[in-house]
């Protein structure tokens, strides 16, 4: 007998219109849509949203897996635009600029210049993140995100089979208690930084992104770009700063150890 992480279709409907499916673990599914329409920049403040409901399985077998958003007068995106474009991976030529312009174009703000990060208490949160990984302990399959506070106190963990679905759940918990934007907080993901997972963190407004693995090239070049301090390779004692090291205390603006 073994456990497996389960793994279903969700679909996001704004006024009975599909927009968007992925496939994710159910369970916090409000959270992932806020958090995917909120990163995704089709919503900017909790009161746009009238409703957020989920199906229930006596409607339509699949009806369970669809989150259906009612958006308050005037503020519903235009439908006929939210077609979304998917880049290829980081070999083809032309998809990383692309990618990189499309964020930029949303003149999004760089994070909290003015957050300090103390190495000693960051290289204690992948300990932390692992004892909450409930589900991860019993299947091994899945990705995790969690929300820090500056003084590394737990404020949130969540767990999908795809990591972009767990930052989305953390953040949209964020979005739906109003704590967004997230100017003093630290996330950090069990996997490795890819250039979706930097985006969403800007777009939070997360200062700090740290990943226990490591970070892509195009994640780096964002993070730089828009000011994100990204860590990688969390793991022990020891990580690497790829970016936003001014943010380390100890390390000056140069990036060297003072």
Not at 26 to 51: I, K, M, N, W, Y
Not at 145 to 169: S, W
């Amino acid at each position: 007998m073994d456990y497996l992480a389960a793994e279903e279709p969700l679909e996001i409907r704004v006024n009975d219109i599909p927009l968007s499916v992925t496939m994710r673990t159910p369970g916090h599914d409000l959270e992932l849509a806020a958090g995917f329409l909120f990163t995704e920049g089709l919503v900017q403040q909790r009161e746009e949203l009238t409703s957020l409901e989920i199906g229930t399985a006596a409607e339509t077998p699949t009806s369970a897996n669809v989150v259906q958003v009612s958006f308050a007068d005037g503020c519903a995106p235009d439908m006929s635009k939210m077609q979304r474009h998917f880049f290829a991976a980081s070999s083809c030529g032309i998809c990383g600029k692309a990618s990189i312009d499309s964020v930029r174009s949303r003149t999004l703000q760089p994070p909290n210049p003015h957050f300090r990060l103390d190495p000693e208490m960051l290289v204690l949160l992948p300990d932390v993140l692992r004892d909450s990984q409930a589900v991860f302990g019993r299947t091994g399959g899945l990705h995790a995100a969690a929300l820090f506070d500056a003084d590394g106190k737990l404020l949130v963990t969540r767990e999908d089979i795809g990591r972009h679905n767990a930052v989305d759940k953390v953040v949209g918990w964020a979005f739906l208690e109003n704590r967004t934007p997230l100017s003093n907080e630290i996330l950090l993901v069990s996997g490795r930084g890819g250039f979706e997972i930097v985006q969403k963190a800007i777009v939070a407004g997360i200062p700090v992104l740290a990943c226990v693995s490591a970070p892509s090239s195009l994640a780096v070049q964002l993070a730089r770009e828009l000011g994100l301090t990204l860590i990688g390779f969390l793991r022990g004692k020891r990580f690497v700063a790829y970016a936003g090291e001014a943010r380390i205390q100890g390390v000056d603006k140069a990036g060297t150890s003072a």
